[in-house]
T-cell receptor, first 114, second 113 residues
Framework: EAGVTQFPSHSVIEKGQTVTLRCDPI?????LYWYRRVMGKEIKFLLH????????ESGMPNNRFLAERTGGTYSTLKVQPAELEDSGVYFC????????????FGPGTRLTVL | GENVEQHPSTLSVQEGDSAVIKCTYS??????FPWYKQELGKRPQLIID?????GEKKDQRIAVTLNKTAKHFSLHITETQPEDSAVYFC????????????FGKGTKLSVKP
């Protein structure tokens, strides 16, 4: 069974540009989460989808971040315009229906904003 | 806001020794506590978890203990091996959320052969 996949693995952009990260969860997983780890700090929750609906987006830093999950399958996280402090590793995770199941993480996208 | 404190930030042990990593959480409603291991360049992987109705759980060389009163949980690795070297993250669910996790800052464990 394929695990959670993320694309791209790395992205280097200039401040002010736009970047879109993609996450493909494990097939059949209704729950999809986005997390971010800034260098040397903890992994921080950004938002949670249940199917195509945003269940909780309390962790989104500001309105420069937009997440979507079309049809309840893959998800995208767009940063527009990117700022220096957006640099970090963005992880996606998915879990089966219901609450508090094991979350399977993707390999992450390392975003560097110059 | 709610948080999870993790100590130590780095830990170096000799092969065969035990390693203990400790975490405290602030949200008394948290009821699920997973531990993730992240090897260099790889994704975080769940190694063990515990729910609030259990005080201890063991899986081969790995064990986790939970003290809900003190809001404290720990990871114990016995007979450490070089392949245990990695960054370990503890986490706790955010209150009544459907799985949203609050993570500690991680512990870099080095096991010297």
């Amino acid at each position: 069974e394929a695990g959670v996949t993320q694309f791209p693995s790395h992205s280097v952009i200039e401040k002010g540009q736009t970047v879109t990260l993609r996450c493909d969860p494990i097939s059949g997983h209704d729950n999809l989460y986005w997390y971010r780890r800034v260098m040397g700090k903890e992994i921080k929750f950004l938002l949670h989808f249940v199917k195509e609906s945003k269940q909780d987006e309390s962790g989104m830093p500001n309105n420069r971040f937009l997440a979507e999950r079309t049809g309840g399958t893959y998800s995208t996280l767009k940063v527009q315009p990117a700022e220096l402090e957006d640099s970090g590793v963005y992880f996606c995770a998915s879990s089966i229906s219901g609450t508090r199941g094991e979350q399977f993480f993707g390999p992450g996208t390392r975003l560097t904003v110059l | 806001g709610e948080n999870v404190e993790q100590h130590p930030s780095t830990l170096s042990v000799q092969e065969g020794d035990s390693a203990v990593i400790k975490c405290t959480y602030s949200d008394s409603a948290s009821n699920y506590f997973p531990w993730y291991k992240q090897e260099l360049g790889k994704r975080p992987q769940l190694i063990i978890d515990i729910r609030s109705n259990v005080g201890e759980k063991k899986d081969q060389r790995i064990a986790v203990t939970l003290n809900k009163t003190a809001k404290h949980f720990s990871l114990h690795i016995t007979e450490t091996q070089p392949e245990d070297s990695a960054v370990y993250f503890c986490a706790a669910t955010l209150g009544g959320s459907q799985g949203n996790l609050i993570f500690g800052k991680g512990t870099k464990l080095s096991v010297k052969p």
